[in-house]
């Protein structure tokens, strides 16, 4: 019966394919299980206590808990069949072996912010490995280093360093809800970038688990892996657990400068000038101006505003003159300065400004930027944008698809000029004026057809081809977008599939991120859309 049910033409044969890939799934997650428990069989108690199928009562709320994206939490979104959130390093080895063994796919999730939700989506049969409480955070004030556990958010992070010490801290996010593994696997850019480079310029040592099992520290990896490990992304080589980081200086004192200006107040012809300037600003300044519309004063209707905002490492005393030099035409008055700790400049730049600094410590806190569904792109600019582009920008942001939407454009130089492009995985270094992310949001109701949200999108990035980087035109891996290339749907794919998305995120550090794969992981078990496939001489 089953044979002829399955021979029936059109959408017969695709229920029935589904069934079939239901059954086995059902098959390998049941087996998975029973491997688990026999793993180590002393801890099989244990690690039942943090394994999470859909039976499980917490199961949705696991889930839940760190997805920053709701594009990828609708009814239709594949969910993995089980979530296990490791307490030791055993259960990470036992998660890894038994899903070899049972044939399902890995995802590793810190803190869920992956533009694409790939740390906890996936088109096969999939477990999410949640290093929720892989969160521990060890200051040395002495040697001004920290070992951080990947699943730590940035916030974390900064609390715990300033607990032990208000001038040091560490290179991280912006965002307080960022999770340290992912954001450190992918480079990690934050507001003391132009200074001391990222986040993953200052690891000094690692703590990760290969696709055997084996745990290595930067020693037994070799110089090769721990190059790729930082840059290269996550989900790729294996299960970075723990990174061993290099502390930063902070003054007692930050000063943030802020101001709006719209269309009518000329805000192209400042952002214009903006691309001249803020490139080549003391290392000691972070430099964004964030773009989105608003209902102008004059008339009512709908206007381009651009806020420009720098975070310098100081006091006012010494940012008010280098502004008043360096950008007269900004117009920025002393009331536009506003003088913090490094803490409280982290909270005013999140939108925690009512908050307490413990507000960093919860990684529950849903602070969406605009919007909780979104599509997100990147670009890099070597040369300034002349005007009549800028305003053709404009145009498009003023488009009814676009009422959620922002570009953030942030300043490089400083010691991103310094640090050469194979140094780590990261690349984009030397010669880089600006990045730009674009950002389109929705409302939840629209996220069962959001397509014309992500036209607009593409759209956009279709106009900004010929005036960004080119050969290739590069993005930044932590704002992951599938648009400019992927993997199969089982995350497999030849060099040369994989080359069109891989030199836009590594340029030509991707040759060598392939042959550090071939050797880590030459079965290619960690793997997904955007993972970097193995090559061989």
């Not at 086995?24 to 428990?37: G, I, V, Y």
């Not at 960093?360 to 599509?375: C, E, G, Q």
Request: aromatic share 12%.
């Amino acid at each position: 019966m089953k044979s002829l049910y399955c021979s029936l033409p059109f959408l017969l044969v695709v229920v029935c394919s589904l069934s079939i890939w239901v059954n086995a799934s059902a098959n390998s997650h049941e087996n998975f299980l029973d491997c688990l428990s026999s793993y180590h069989p002393q801890e099989s108690s244990s690690i039942s206590k943090v394994v999470y199928t859909e039976t499980n009562s917490s199961y949705s709320e696991i889930l839940e808990s760190s997805i920053q994206n709701y594009r990828f939490f609708t009814t239709n979104t594949p969910k993995p069949l089980v979530i296990v959130t490791p307490l030791n390093i055993s259960h990470v080895q036992a998660t890894i072996h038994c899903s070899k063994k049972h044939g399902l796919q890995i995802r590793i999730r810190s803190g869920g912010h992956d533009f694409e939700g790939l740390s906890y989506v996936s088109q096969v049969p999939f477990v999410v490995i949640d290093l929720v409480h892989f969160r521990s955070i060890d200051v040395d004030v002495e040697n001004e280093e920290a070992w951080i556990q990947s699943g730590a958010i940035t916030g974390e992070v900064y609390y715990r360093i300033n607990e032990r010490s208000t001038n040091l801290t560490f290179p991280g996010a912006v965002g307080h809800t960022v999770g340290i593994g992912g954001f450190i696997s992918g480079g990690g850019y934050g507001l003391l970038f132009r200074k001391y480079g990222l986040a993953a310029d200052n690891v000094i040592d690692a703590m990760f688990v290969d696709a055997s099992g084996r745990v290595l520290d930067r020693k037994l990896m070799g110089e090769d892996l721990f190059w790729a490990i930082r840059g290269g992304g996550g989900g790729s080589f294996g299960i970075v657990l723990s990174w061993k980081v290099k502390l930063v200086h902070v003054p007692s004192t930050v000063t943030v400068a802020a101001v709006r200006r719209t269309l009518e107040q000329n805000a192209t012809q400042l952002f214009h000038r903006w691309q001249y300037v803020a490139p080549n600003l003391p290392n000691d300044v972070y430099s964004v101006v964030s773009i989105s519309t608003t209902n102008s004063t004059e008339n009512g209707e709908r206007t381009v505003v651009a806020t420009f905002v720098s975070v310098f490492q100081g006091g006012a005393n010494e940012l008010i003159p280098l502004m008043q030099e360096r950008f007269p035409e900004l117009g920025l008055v002393r009331e536009d300065y506003i003088e913090l700790t490094w803490i409280e400049s982290i909270l005013l730049l999140t939108g925690l400004t009512n908050q307490t600094s413990e507000v960093l410590l919860d990684r529950s806190y849903k602070n969406f930027f605009l919007s909780p569904s979104f599509k997100g792109k990147s670009d890099y600019m070597r040369k300034p944008m002349p005007e009549i582009v800028i305003q053709g920008l404009w145009s498009r942001l003023l488009e009814d698809e676009a009422r959620i939407s922002t570009l953030n454009i942030i300043a490089y130089g400083g010691k991103m000029d310094e640090i050469p492009e194979t140094e780590t995985a990261f690349p984009h270094r030397k010669g880089t004026l600006y990045k730009i992310s674009y950002y389109v949001g929705w409302q939840e109701e629209d996220n069962s057809n959001p397509q014309r949200y992500i036209s607009w999108i593409r759209k956009v990035y279709k106009y900004m081809g010929p005036f960004v980087s080119k050969y290739p035109r590069e993005a930044y891996l932590n704002y992951r977008d599938l648009d400019i290339g992927r993997n199969n749907n089982e995350g497999k794919a030849s060099y040369k599939q994989a080359s069109v998305w891989g030199r836009k995120y590594f340029k030509e550090n991707f040759d060598r991120l392939t042959y550090v794969k071939a050797k880590i992981d030459p079965e290619n078990f960690f793997r997904h859309e955007q993972s970097i496939p193995p090559r061989f001489h």
